[in-house]
């Protein structure tokens, strides 16, 4: 079984290190009706770009594997590395067979970003996604239903044929059971963390992020079924709540190193967007209205996500609380607003909750973990000394 677990991580690493999106470029090549669109972090409503037979490709950067030339001229220098590594890989020609790009409303750095591309890009439909503030459904509800329409009506346009609600009602369903296995794997690292290392679950999850649902849930299955054929042996380390990495991730080499100096990861918000609606999404009904209830009704937290009713220190402390976590590691990118504002309130919270704490900063090419490794490693040691 060990090599199965090897198979099914192997299998994950060969689409996230493929920065010429060669599966997509394969999926593309079945049918010359076939689209791709690609979405930036967080969230996008996938649902509604497979249902149009197209499919959905998160865009996260190119970590450490490539060097920044001409993004570097698009951006100033103290905004975070994700945005200039994805220019690159656009002006790279990375990106030439997708037929649209999907800018969720985050920051503004996306904003921008989403403005280059429709100048350097024409050809590809660009949609700045916005999303409610307001989540009343007569209000914010009725806002977003008719930013989906939007969306659905520009896909269908690309493709040149319309979307029934049980093509839309089907996808739902694929993704709901990619939600669930998600739940399973996240619930069994947080059961054993030492059998399911977050440098093995971030890759398995991410891949899911290029594969298509149905794939990526048979890849979740099979590195599950090998995991618990044949568990790793336990490890002596703190339960960590990792807090900050929504957007830009960071390098597998940092969550190794935070393993490596004692901490089981055990919460995060890394690729949050694959995990944002919590639940099933209904699969009855009009379909658009259902994916704006879940929206209203069960999406995640964030720093990027307002929701005035919600106070975000209260949601951390539900989670921490809930995956049994020892402390918390805020883990944002360097020059990430929404991250690095929030931060002082919830470390204040924590503060009043007694939980313990440590924070840094990384670049998606971070290469030198030493320092974090010492932080990490003293955050480690401090808990099981005093906690
Ligand atoms: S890392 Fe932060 S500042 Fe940069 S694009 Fe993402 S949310 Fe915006």
Same mark, same amino acid.
């Given at each position: 079984m060990k090599h199965q677990r090897l198979d099914a991580l192997a299998r994950a690493d060969r689409v996230l290190n493929d920065l010429s999106y060669g599966y997509v470029q394969d999926w593309l090549g079945r049918g010359a009706d076939r689209h791709a669109v690609g979405y930036l972090p967080?969230?996008?409503?996938?649902e509604i770009i497979a249902a149009a037979g197209m499919i959905p490709v998160g865009v996260f950067g190119a970590g450490d594997a490539l060097d920044i030339v001409k993004g570097d001229a698009y951006?100033?220098?103290?905004?975070?590395?994700i945005p200039r590594s994805v220019i690159e890989m656009a002006l790279d020609g990375?990106?030439?067979? *997708?037929s649209a790009f999907i800018f969720p409303a985050i920051c503004d750095v996306i904003r921008n970003l989403s403005g280059m591309w429709q100048m350097n890009f024409p050809d590809q439909y660009v949609k700045y996604l916005d999303y409610p503030q307001n989540f009343d459904p007569e209000v914010g509800g009725r806002f977003y239903r008719r930013e989906l329409e939007d969306l659905l009506e520009n896909l269908v346009r690309i493709s040149g044929r319309e979307v029934s609600d049980a093509e839309l009602h089907a996808a739902t369903a694929r993704y709901n059971e990619n939600r669930r296995l998600l739940d399973r794997l996240y619930d069994a690292r947080s059961r054993a963390p030492h059998n399911f290392p977050m440098s093995e679950v971030y890759r398995v999850v991410r891949a899911g992020s290029v594969l298509t649902v149905d794939d990526h849930n048979r890849l979740i299955l099979d590195y599950l079924a090998a995991a618990e054929a044949e568990p790793l042996p336990d490890q002596d380390r703190i339960r960590v709540y990792l807090v900050g990495? *929504?957007?830009e991730q960071p390098p597998l080499g940092l969550l190794k190193t935070l393993e490596q100096a004692g901490c089981a990861l055990v919460g995060d918000d890394l690729l949050l967007g694959m995990r944002f609606i919590r639940g099933d999404v209904a699969t009855e009904g009009d379909p658009l209205d259902a994916l704006v209830a879940a929206y209203l009704t069960k999406c995640g937290w964030s720093s990027a996500v307002y929701d005035g009713d919600n106070p975000r220190e209260d949601k951390l402390v539900e989670d921490v609380r809930a995956c049994k976590a020892d402390g918390v590691i805020f883990c944002c990118p360097s020059f990430c607003d929404p991250a690095l504002l929030d931060r002082p309130m919830l470390q204040k919270r924590l503060d009043e909750e007694r939980v313990p704490y440590a924070s840094f900063q990384y670049s998606e090419n971070t290469g030198q973990f030493q320092v974090i490794r010492e932080q990490a490693g003293t955050f480690s040691d401090s808990i099981k000394l005093w906690e």
């Open positions: 967080i969230y996008a409503p996938r951006f100033q220098s103290y905004i975070c590395h990375r990106f030439a067979t *997708f990495a *929504f957007c």
